[in-house]
């Protein structure tokens, strides 16, 4: 009897679990198949799947908006703010794990405390700065003011005080600037979290859409994101086009975090994060 009520719950459990994944899975296997569609056809009921799968479409998106430059655009802002963000997180961290003076666990949690704030309540000073600074429609709007993250000093910084302190006394003895500690045995060994770092920090620029659409909306400076809006006018909008700008936007974004996987795990372990 015992044993069949545990099997009952398992069997429970594992159909919640599926059909939590499903759910979780639908609108992203909508989107892959809408992409594939006939044009004008994205919403048709009842069918799921494309009656014909029309690969032309992810030619005709490409083509139908400069998707090329759409991507140069986001990939130089996001690895201009990646590598500014594990430069200056580094540094922060860094002073914030191994140099003692007073007033710095304050400060340090005072920093932090920032990510409690929304950014949709922060928005409009920022907005106002860029503009009295006359970086609007710029590449400056786009990168300045998120060149450093609380969320990424923090990551570094947990990461940072699990090393042991023999390797950074050792490394004093033996003359070693604060300069060669940080880079050349810090930031090595906890690489894992310096690329949990990276990957937060790339995915969050790769995928923003409403900072990019208030300071930097002319069309040399799109970035992806704001790029899908060429599929959107003012009585129609072209779903299929729009989905496989969609699915070819997503695609660095999905290869990054397959590829970065151990290291993400292996990083958010270091730091305590669940």
């Known amino acids: 009897m015992q044993k069949n009520k545990k099997n009952i719950n398992k069997a429970f459990l594992l ?23 006939e044009r004008g056809h994205v919403s048709d009921p009842p069918y799921l799947f494309p009656k014909t799968f029309d690969f032309s479409n992810y030619t005709k998106a490409w083509n139908g908006a400069p998707f090329g430059k759409y991507y140069l655009n986001t990939i130089f802002v996001a690895v201009v703010v990646v590598v500014s963000r594990i430069l200056f997180g580094s540094l922060a961290a860094y002073v914030f794990a191994f140099i003692k003076f007073k ?32 970086w609007l429609n710029s590449y400056q709007a786009l990168i300045i003011p998120r060149l450093a993250d609380a969320f990424s000093i923090m990551i570094l910084r947990q990461s940072f005080i699990s090393i042991p302190h023999d390797y950074i006394d050792a490394a004093k003895m033996d003359g070693a600037s604060h300069w060669h500690i940080l ?23 790769w995928n923003d859409f409403f900072w990019p659409f208030l300071v930097a909306n002319e069309p040399e400076l799109r970035v992806i994101q704001i790029g899908l809006q060429a599929f959107t006018g003012q009585y129609l909008t072209e779903w299929t086009y729009w989905m496989a700008g969609t699915v070819i936007a997503s ?19 270091r730091t305590g994060l669940k």
């Open 183 to 205: 880079w050349k045995i810090v930031v090595p060994m906890s690489l894992p979290s310096v690329i949990t770092s990276a990957i937060f920090s790339f995915l969050y620029i």
């Open 103 to 134: 007033g710095r666990d304050f400060i340090y949690f005072l920093y932090i405390s920032t990510m409690m704030i929304p950014f949709y309540a922060i928005v409009i000073p920022m907005y106002l700065l860029v503009n009295d600074f006359g």
């Open 15 to 37: 159909v919640i679990t599926i059909s939590m994944v499903f759910l979780m899975v639908l609108p992203y296997l909508w989107m892959i198949t809408a992409s594939l569609k």
């Open 251 to 269: 695609l660095p974004p999905v290869l990054i975090f397959i590829f970065g996987q151990k290291y993400y795990i292996s990083g958010l372990s």
